[in-house]
C-alpha cells in the first residue's frame, strides 16, 4: 500500500484530505508540527510526503532541508501545499528539492488528490 505523510497544521484540512485519501486507498499518516513531521518521514519512510511550509516547532522550509541532508529521506518526493505564495518561497523551496508547489487557496481537494495520484504514478 502506498504510503503518505502529510504534515499540516490545519486540524480541519489535515482531516478532510486523510479522510478522502485514505477511501482513495493510500495509507495516510499525519503530523501537526514539523518536529513531529520529520519523525514520522523518518521512521514511515513514505511514498510521498505532503508538506505545509507554516507549521509549528519546524517550519516545512527546514523539513524539507533536513530531509534532503539525510540519506534515508532525500529522494522521497515532496508536494507542498501552504498558503504562501510569493515567488521567493516557491523558488526556495523548489531550490531545497520539493517535487511540486501548490498553493492551497487555488486548489479544490479533488484536484489536489488528482495531482497526488499524478506523482504517485511516476
Known sequence: MTKIIFVEDEPMLQKTLCDVLRKEGYDVKAAFDGV?????IKLEKPDLVLLDLI???MDGF???????EDEETKDIPVMILTNLEGTFDVERVLELGATTY????NYEL?????KIKKMLEK
Open 55 to 57: 507549521l509549528p516547532k
Open 102 to 105: 501548490l498553493v492551497k487557496a
Open 36 to 40: 513531529a513531521g520529520l519523525e514520522l
Open 62 to 68: 527546514t523539513v524539507l532541508k533536513k530531509m534532503r
Open 110 to 114: 479533488r484536484e489536489v488528490v488528482e
